[in-house]
């Protein structure tokens, strides 16, 4: 069985701020990891994923996560917060074997990025 | 241009009826899904087809029932809907041999009154 807890239902940040998004997981076998953002009234587009390899991952529009295996994280951060950045955000897991392409989401988090 | 189109966009229908999702992709992908976005957000999935197979049939009321014409279209009919199957469906895509890179949908909020 695989699950996903996302901590922190909203979080508000100030325009240029850090943004720290976090995300654990629960998986029997090694997975796979994902961010996913959800803009209003639009489907989700996928931000970046941990599949093999380095730990340290980069997505789109500047964003990135550290899958932590030690931790069961997979934390979504970005540098500086932008005002396009306000958004929901989705992390996602998906196991192998009769899990594998079977993703499992997060309760998701509410950006809300402030002048 | 669209990747992956849903129709329609908003439904809105009373108790009892029956009614149909469309959704259709144009990447060239083999593997379709429907997932449920409930009132919480939370996203769950329904189905899965693979070249027109059932390969994921999640915990879902036999009421909905997937339909894969072809491998580019994968629709989802309801039968006597209910108040609960109120929520966002979302259909989403992956290439062949990735199906863990899933392209989704605008979504169908689905209102039952």
């Known amino acids: 069985a695989q699950s996903v807890t996302q901590l922190g239902s909203h979080v508000s940040v100030s325009e240029g701020a850090l943004v720290l998004l976090r995300c654990n997981y629960s998986?029997?076998?090694?997975?796979?990891l994902f961010w996913y953002v959800q803009y209003p009234n639009q489907g989700l587009q996928l931000l970046l994923k941990?599949?093999?390899?380095?730990?340290l991952v980069k997505g789109i529009n500047g964003f990135e996560a550290e899958f932590k295996k030690s931790e069961t994280s997979f934390h979504l951060t970005k540098p500086s917060a932008h005002m396009s950045d306000a958004a929901e955000y989705f992390c996602?897991?998906?196991?192998?074997?009769?899990?594998?392409?079977?993703?499992?989401f997060g309760q998701g988090t509410i950006l809300t990025v402030h002048p | 241009d669209t990747a992956v189109s849903q129709t329609p966009k908003y439904l809105v229908t009373q108790m009892g009826n029956d009614k149909s999702i469309k959704c259709e992709q144009n990447?060239?992908?083999?593997?379709m899904y429907w997932y449920k976005q409930d009132s919480k957000k939370f996203l769950k999935i329904m189905f899965s087809?693979?070249?027109?197979?059932?390969?994921i049939n999640e915990t879902v009321p036999n009421r909905f029932s997937p339909k894969s014409p072809d491998k580019a279209h994968l629709n989802l009919h309801i039968n006597s809907l209910e108040l609960g199957d109120s929520a966002v469906y979302f259909c989403?895509?992956?290439?062949?041999?990735?199906?863990?890179?899933?392209?989704f949908g605008p979504g169908t909020r689905l209102t039952v009154t």
């Open positions: 989403a895509s992956s290439p062949p041999g990735v199906p863990l890179e899933q392209y």
């Open positions: 087809y693979n070249n027109k197979e059932l390969i």
């Open positions: 941990y599949t093999t390899g380095a730990t």
């Open positions: 996602a897991v998906s196991g192998g074997g009769t899990s594998y392409g079977k993703l499992t």
């Open positions: 998986s029997s076998v090694p997975p796979y």
């Open positions: 990447l060239g992908h083999d593997t």
